[in-house]
């Protein structure tokens, strides 16, 4: 029996190709394994959006040319955002050659073809797809949970916002069919499933491709009313599209997530703009405020820039203010980084390593006093939890997610992962809650 190993260096979008890729190996009856050494396969699912995700695959490659010398059967493939690039493409090529499969994120459903041609011909197979229009719809997944799942609703992206390799790797915006999407939930939940998120990079915009129109909020009320789902959560959405539809959406679907990503950026209107965002700082915050008016209890994450090309102190100031006055409950932080073929890597005014770092370490200290305060106003409230796993360190500790997306510690057994528990909060970090089941 064959043996596969694969590594994911992504995003959600990537750990849910991950998930469609196992479900493709192993109806040929090939079996995942959690040991490189062990595997006949070796499977790498690069992320082309930091240069730290692309060296981390590319340094990881590397190390695979000892395994590869002491077992020459051994098949290394490479997939994924990366791969979509011809120049990063050729170039990993070219410095890695025991890389014998090359395939895209738009040809999953092909791979078996793929090693059938490489074993038979022992030649090297590369086939990725650059033409993005096309959706294949035919796969299923091996998901990791029974009891949460992601959901691709739409792929691509129209935006390009100038720092973004997303549009020139997973093409232009498409969204699947609201049949098909309604159906792959229908199963999950006939299959236990309570959780689903999902995905698209600017979900917002759903449905504007397809012929018969629908909305987003229109979709997110017909999946509310699918019997055994308990919950929907969505990633990510533009604050430039973030309708008021869509607010109240959050007021009457009762399984919508009180919990919204709204990825900002900057806080500079000046840096927003040469980021070819559409929207101001005001503009964010009057979503923001609107929201947390009619939904007090939200809880909102965000992604943050620093470093952007030109990007001053005044205008990262206006970050850190953006930051306060939205009283985020958490952020992914990034330090810029230079995507070739983007419009920003272009721009000349480049900030020195040393500036972003600075700055980053400013952003946090501004941002995690603001985020152990929402978590202190959840002390004594009893939270809603989705038991998702025993603790690493203490068998007798689980971890789950409240309604908001935290991550809540408490104690209880095994027998009750992907149940939905009520939790009261007793004690709160920075990034988690501990709890007790009452
Ligand atoms: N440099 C740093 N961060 C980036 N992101 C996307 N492209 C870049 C880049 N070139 C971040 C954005 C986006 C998140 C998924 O990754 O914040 O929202
Ligand atoms: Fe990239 Fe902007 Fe599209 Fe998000 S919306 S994937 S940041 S281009």
């Given at each position: 029996m064959m043996k596969f190993h694969i590594s994911t260096f992504g995003c959600q979008m990537n750990e849910h190709d991950t998930e469609k890729i196992i479900w493709v190996l192993?109806?040929?009856?090939?079996?995942q394994t959690n040991n490189r050494n062990e595997a006949d396969i070796i499977i790498f699912n690069t992320c082309a959006v930091r240069k730290t995700a692309e060296d981390r695959a590319f340094g990881q490659l590397g190390e695979l040319q000892d395994l590869k010398r002491k077992n020459p059967d051994l098949i290394i493939a490479v997939c994924g955002c990366l791969m979509?690039?011809?120049?990063?493409?050729?170039?990993?090529?070219?410095?890695?050659?025991?890389?014998?499969?090359?395939?895209?994120?738009?040809?999953?459903?092909?791979?078996?073809?793929l090693i059938d041609r490489h074993l038979r011909t022992g030649d090297k197979v590369i086939d990725v797809i650059e033409d993005t229009r096309e959706i294949s719809d035919n796969i299923d997944s091996n998901r990791k949970y029974s009891y949460k799942a992601f959901v691709?609703?739409?792929?691509?992206?129209?935006?390009?916002c100038s720092y973004c390799?997303?549009?020139?790797t997973r093409g232009r915006e498409r969204s699947r069919s609201v049949k098909s999407i309604i159906n792959e939930v229908e199963n999950l939940a006939q299959?236990?499933?309570?959780?689903?998120?999902?995905?698209?990079?600017?979900?917002?915009?759903?449905?504007?491709?397809?012929?018969?129109k629908t909305t987003f909020s229109q979709l997110l009320a017909l999946l509310n009313k699918i019997e055994g789902i308990e919950r929907i959560r969505f990633m990510t959405s533009h604050p430039k599209d973030f309708s008021d539809e869509l607010i109240e959406a959050y007021k009457s679907l009762d399984k919508l997530c009180n919990h919204l990503h709204l990825p900002v950026q900057s806080g500079s209107n000046r840096i927003l703009k040469l980021m070819n965002r559409n929207y101001t700082k005001e503009q964010y915050l009057e979503r923001i405020y609107k929201l947390r008016e009619e939904i007090p209890d939200i809880a909102i994450t965000t992604d943050i820039?620093?470093?952007?090309?030109?990007?001053?102190?005044?205008?990262?100031?206006?970050?850190?203010?953006?930051i306060k006055k939205a009283k985020f409950d958490s952020a992914f932080t990034f330090l810029y980084s230079i995507r070739e073929g983007t419009n920003a890597a272009k721009m000349t005014n480049q900030i020195p390593d040393e500036i972003k770092h600075d700055r980053f370490q400013r952003l946090l200290d501004v941002l995690y006093p603001i985020g152990l305060e929402s978590n202190k106003r959840l002390i004594k409230t009893v939270q809603k939890v989705l038991v998702e796993e025993i603790s690493?360190?203490?068998?007798?500790?689980?971890?789950?997610?409240?309604?908001?997306?935290?991550?809540?510690?408490?104690?209880?057994?095994?027998?009750?992962i992907g149940q939905i528990v009520d939790v009261e909060i007793t004690n709160?970090?920075?990034?988690?809650?501990?709890?007790?089941?009452?």
């Open positions: 192993e109806k040929i009856g090939y079996q979509q690039k011809e120049e990063i493409r050729d170039y990993f090529l070219s410095k890695h050659k025991h890389i014998d499969i090359v395939f895209g994120t738009n040809n999953i459903h092909k791979l078996p073809q691709d609703i739409m792929y691509g992206c129209n935006n390009f390799i997303v549009p020139y299959t236990g499933c309570k959780e689903i998120t999902l995905l698209g990079q600017n979900v917002n915009s759903y449905g504007k491709t397809l012929e018969e820039i620093v470093g952007f090309p030109g990007e001053t102190e005044e205008d990262f100031e206006e970050t850190l203010d953006l690493k360190n203490d068998e007798n500790i689980l971890s789950g997610r409240t309604e908001c997306n935290k991550l809540v510690h408490f104690k209880g057994s095994r027998d009750i709160v970090k920075t990034f988690t809650l501990e709890g007790r089941m009452v």
